[in-house]
């Protein structure tokens, strides 16, 4: 373990077809170091597919890892959270089929934070007020949260598996 110590965090498997949910679990379990038997319950949003959440320990960056690994698998919707440690941002990933994977620094609170460079950057090419607007909605992270909310609703009161990162 670094001297950063430990975060938590996360991962929301908000849909996937019940033929990856093993594999969705060999990637959390191989980014973890400790087996993930994920609780599947059906999700309501997408008939024939199923979801399940884990909170999680470990090493700050292991968020990123989790979303490195899930996104192989571009049919399942996702997000993984890290919270803020010591020194360390926290951080949001989210996941959709058809506009792949946003991610952004969070503070302590859970907003997003968009850094000045951004802000910056995207005042510079935003041809007009509207522009600049989309790409603030965008920074925010807006598709992805549009597109995923109805599997969050749907998700309301699952359960929820705990595991800690070995190491």
Same mark, same amino acid.
């Given at each position: 373990?670094?001297?950063?110590?430990?975060?938590?965090?996360?991962?929301?498997?908000?849909?996937?077809?019940?033929?990856?949910?093993?594999?969705?679990? !060999?990637?959390? /379990?191989?980014?973890?170091?400790?087996?993930?038997?994920?609780? !599947? /319950?059906?999700?309501?949003?997408?008939?024939?597919?199923?979801?399940?959440? %884990?909170?999680?320990?470990?090493?700050?960056?292991?968020? $990123?890892?989790?979303?490195?690994?899930?996104?192989?698998?571009?049919?399942?919707?996702?997000?993984?959270?890290?919270?803020?440690?010591?020194?360390?941002?926290?951080?949001?990933? %989210?996941?959709?089929?058809?506009?792949?994977? !946003?991610?952004?620094?969070?503070?302590?609170?859970?907003?997003?934070?968009? $850094?000045?460079?951004?802000?910056?950057?995207?005042?510079?090419?935003?041809?007009?007020?509207? /522009?600049? $607007?989309?790409?603030?909605?965008?920074?925010?992270?807006?598709?992805?949260?549009?597109?995923?909310?109805?599997?969050?609703?749907?998700?309301?009161?699952?359960?929820?598996?705990?595991?800690?990162?070995?190491?």
């Amino acid at each position: 373990m670094n001297n950063r110590g430990k975060t938590s965090g996360v991962v929301y498997v908000h849909s996937s077809p019940s033929a990856v949910c093993p594999h969705v679990e !060999w990637a959390i /379990s191989g980014t973890l170091g400790v087996r993930a038997d994920l609780r !599947w /319950s059906a999700q309501p949003a997408a008939p024939g597919q199923l979801r399940a959440e %884990c909170a999680w320990t470990g090493e700050p960056g292991t968020g $990123a890892q989790l979303s490195g690994a899930l996104k192989a698998w571009p049919m399942i919707r996702f997000e993984v959270t890290e919270d803020p440690s010591p020194g360390v941002d926290g951080e949001r990933f %989210c996941f959709a089929p058809g506009i792949g994977l !946003w991610h952004a620094r969070a503070a302590a609170n859970g907003d997003v934070v968009v $850094a000045e460079d951004q802000l910056r950057a995207l005042a510079a090419k935003a041809r007009a007020g509207e /522009s600049f $607007a989309h790409g603030v909605d965008a920074l925010l992270g807006r598709p992805w949260d549009d597109a995923l909310e109805p599997f969050r609703r749907a998700g309301d009161g699952a359960p929820v598996t705990w595991l800690h990162r070995v190491g």
